[in-house]
């Protein structure tokens, strides 16, 4: 029976973190059905806002929540065709069929998991509204090569930048490079509020759009003028946010040394096949993810039984789970490589320099063949 040790992500929260949850509790601080959010939901917006470098960010109660919610400011409605890459979580699917729209699934890159332009380009047609691209494991998709091909038809690109908060392209952090970006703080994800998500932009139509739609169309009370739900962020969450952001760029470093040391001392094995940056980029390392050549299901097995949280993801890919598989005959065979040869290993910071070693000895010794 396999224990693990080393988990493939986790959460730090410490004294800071507790002592502002408590004070709320306390002081009955919970939430704020104010427009412009509560006293700490403004101070992470402000704060994420300056980090991003963008104009607006506007926070929410999960991270589909703000897929959902940049799908609505985008005007994307029952009909509409949205691509999307079926080699994620399913949330970015989820998110366009909940508003009645179709995901029309593209195919990926295998050098970074992100989606392949060129493909894209296919499966563009006038029933297309917009297009998904995710920053996978903290990768950056080519959002500039996607706003080249689609602005003549005025279509708005959405970065999914759940997994990449702080990474970069030319100095230009993940999520503020498409007309929106939606961000994840899952426990799993680089900086975390329980549940929580948020979505950047630089036009202030769409923040104005986006604060009315997380709180039912609402401005000043009772007066709704657009559709919107109830996806406000509480308080408690947006004071956790506020902590975890002072230490977002603690958490990196660290991820990005972890990173550095699997890379090189993977670099020069033949049974493996590894992402790395491109001049100007800088990723987070959510996750360190490798294509494995030979049998990745067994080295997972190896790692997992001497307690390292080896986790695959995505596979099945969206397109082939049970519900999507009825709504998608597409071909996507770079997709189904991936899910079938990808392995995503530990690098949070919690993982220490001899955790790394042992990896790199396991995956080194092993016969994946």
Request: net charge neutral.
């Amino acid at each position: 029976m396999e224990t693990i040790r080393v988990p493939i992500n986790r959460p730090f929260f410490g004294e800071e973190e507790a002592k502002e949850v408590y004070r709320l509790v306390i002081a009955g601080a919970l939430t704020s059905s104010a427009t412009e959010g509560g006293r700490k939901v403004r101070e992470f917006e402000a704060g994420l806002s300056a980090y991003l470098g963008c104009k607006d960010v506007v926070v929410v109660n999960s991270g589909t929540s703000a897929l959902v919610a940049a799908l609505m400011a985008a005007d994307v409605k029952s009909g509409d065709e949205v691509i999307v890459p079926s080699f994620t979580f399913v949330a970015t699917a989820n998110a366009v069929r909940f508003l009645g729209a179709v995901p029309v699934f593209a195919d990926i890159r295998l050098s970074d998991y992100t989606l392949d332009i060129d493909d894209v380009k296919r499966k563009l047609n006038r029933k297309t509204r917009a297009v998904i691209p995710v920053n996978l494991y903290g990768d950056i998709a080519d959002v500039h090569a996607l706003k080249e091909l689609l602005e003549k038809d005025f279509l708005p690109v959405i970065e999914d930048a759940a997994q990449s908060l702080g990474s970069s392209e030319d100095g230009a952090r993940s999520g503020t490079m498409g007309e929106m970006g939606c961000f994840s703080f899952y426990p799993s994800k680089v900086i975390s509020t329980g549940e929580g998500g948020a979505v950047a932009t630089n036009a202030p139509e769409l923040a104005t759009k986006l604060r009315m739609i997380r709180n039912h169309g609402m401005v000043k009370g009772y007066d709704t003028t657009i559709l919107g739900l109830n996806f406000r962020l509480p308080e408690i969450e947006a004071a956790l946010g506020v902590e975890q952001l002072r230490r977002l760029e603690g958490f990196i470093a660290s991820r990005r040394r972890n990173a550095a040391a699997l890379t090189k001392g993977l670099g020069e094995l033949g049974n493996v096949r590894l992402v790395r940056e491109r001049p100007g980029q800088r990723f987070n390392w959510y996750l360190y993810t490798i294509y494995v050549k030979g049998n990745r299901d067994k080295l997972m097995k190896r790692l997992r039984e001497s307690g390292f949280g080896a986790t695959v993801y995505y596979n099945p890919p969206v397109h082939r789970t049970p519900y999507y598989s009825k709504l998608s005959s597409s071909p996507l065979p770079h997709t189904d490589d991936a899910a079938a040869h990808v392995l995503s290993i530990p690098v949070h910071p919690f993982v220490t320099e001899s955790d790394v070693d042992e990896m790199i000895r396991l995956i080194k010794t092993d016969d994946v063949r």
